[in-house]
Nanobody, 124 residues
Framework: QVQLVESGGGSVQAGGSLRLSCAVF????????MGWFRQVPGKEREGVAG????????YYADSVKGRFTLSQDKAKNMVYLQMNSLKPEDTAMYYC?????????????????WGQGTQVTVSS
């Protein structure tokens, strides 16, 4: 059973940066795709970025392209989301997700394994 634990959330002013981390453990076979999603109260959970756990292509939502960078370190069982030039609209609970699927669609129903989330708050 894949288990995920996020960390690194917090409060920052607009224009600032945060790095979210996702620890991946408990698996027998490593998941293929690691994703980051975010959700604000009353709205659907939306895909932010995705990456193959073994390395390779990354995928980003248009709203974060050029500002967020997703990376992985499989040897350490970690996935990182570097968030720069943060905006108040980036405020949300951020979730790490994983599954044995192809990355690219960043669709919530495709992922079975989720972390508990870490809150990011960006003030103007």
């Amino acid at each position: 059973q894949v288990q995920l634990v996020e960390s690194g959330g917090g409060s920052v002013q607009a224009g600032g940066s945060l790095r979210l981390s996702c620890a991946v453990f408990g698996y027998t076979y490593s998941p293929y795709c690691m994703g980051w999603f975010r959700q604000v109260p009353g709205k659907e959970r939306e895909g932010v970025a995705g990456i193959y756990f073994d390395g390779g292509s990354t995928y980003y939502a248009d709203s974060v392209k050029g500002r967020f960078t997703l990376s992985q370190d499989k040897a350490k069982n970690m996935v990182y989301l570097q968030m720069n030039s943060l905006k108040p609209e980036d405020t949300a609970m951020y979730y790490c997700a994983a599954d044995y699927i192809r990355c690219g669609r960043l669709s919530k129903p495709d992922f079975r394994y989720w972390g508990q989330g870490t809150q990011v708050t960006v003030s103007s």
